[in-house]
């Protein structure tokens, strides 16, 4: 071999000795390259959304916790408000029942022992939260009732034979009675109990003549010949009417129960419209201790 294939040979393996080297420098480069991005970029980018999820995680468990606080808080303030307003309810009822107490002594010229006058009030107030709400008859209706009827005299006694606080009619009391499992042996002792008088003239009025108004009435041949009665104000005067005129005389009422000039239209409209002045001040009393 010359000396010149001796240089080119010389010259050839530089030159790929040469690439080899700068091959081996590229991929350092490019190791140093994929090190450098992956510690100044990767890394971060990985810390910050590990940051960004952390923190997500940490403000939806924070909301949460607030929403079942907020719950929990609202939830409590309902109870605090029910528990109130149960308690000014029942102190508005027992005030309201106080003044029936308070009236019911009164109207009867305080002739009733203390043990008389509660049980007859808490009659007539348990009778009001029964059927007020269906028909309008209140503990102001039964007072001017009483008033209308009697005078608030338990003694009373009319042409008629009828008897007591309300006036039971002597067939209707001892009828009355006898459903009540009073008896009737000394009924014309026991009419006079003005616990016992009041108790089956309010059974009469809730336990037959509501049903009795309040039921479409039919023929023999199973017709009907007159519809329920729907509407308060006249089923509260038709109710009225009949405990002191008696059902058949009412049904002349049932479609002009306004006409003042019917019988005893007047004396119903005086018991409804007495019941207005003695709700106000029923509302407006109260009670001394």
């Known amino acids: 071999m010359n000396e010149n294939e001796k240089k080119l040979t010389e010259e050839v393996r530089e030159k790929i000795s040469l690439s080899q080297r700068m091959n081996v420098i590229k991929r350092e480069v490019v190791q140093e390259n994929k090190r450098w991005w992956f510690k100044f970029v990767a890394v971060p980018i990985a810390l910050l959304c590990l940051i960004i999820i952390a923190a997500s995680y940490l403000s939806y468990f924070t909301w949460k916790h607030s929403q079942e606080t907020e719950k929990r808080f609202k939830s409590q303030l309902r109870e605090i408000a029910l528990k109130a307003e149960a308690s000014l309810r029942a102190a508005a009822d027992i005030n309201y029942f106080s003044n029936i107490i308070l009236t019911i002594d009164e109207i009867t010229n305080h002739s009733l022992s203390h043990n008389e006058v509660t049980e007859v009030a808490f009659m007539i107030y348990s009778f009001d939260r029964r059927m007020s709400p269906l028909c309008g008859y209140d503990a102001a209706i039964c007072i001017a009732q009483i008033l209308k009827e009697s005078h608030g005299n338990i003694y009373a006694v009319s042409r008629t034979a009828d008897r007591g606080l309300w006036q039971l ?22 009419v006079y109990d003005p616990i016992k008088n009041t108790r089956a003239a309010l059974f009469h009025i809730e336990k037959e003549l509501y049903p009795y108004w309040t039921n479409p009435v039919q023929d023999h041949r199973g017709r009907i010949i007159r519809e329920a009665i729907r509407d308060k104000n006249l089923l509260l005067f038709l109710m009225v ?40 001040e029923l509302k407006k009393k109260e009670l001394k201790l």
Do not use: C
């Open 241 to 280: 009417h009949s405990y002191r005129w008696g059902t058949e005389a009412t049904e002349l009422l049932r479609t002009s129960y306004f006409r003042k000039d019917m019988p005893g239209a007047a004396y119903t409209m005086d018991i409804i419209n007495r019941a207005v002045e003695i709700r106000k």
């Open 169 to 190: 009619h002597d067939p209707t009391g001892k009828r009355l009675f006898r459903q009540l499992g009073f008896g009737v042996s000394n009924y014309y002792k026991d």
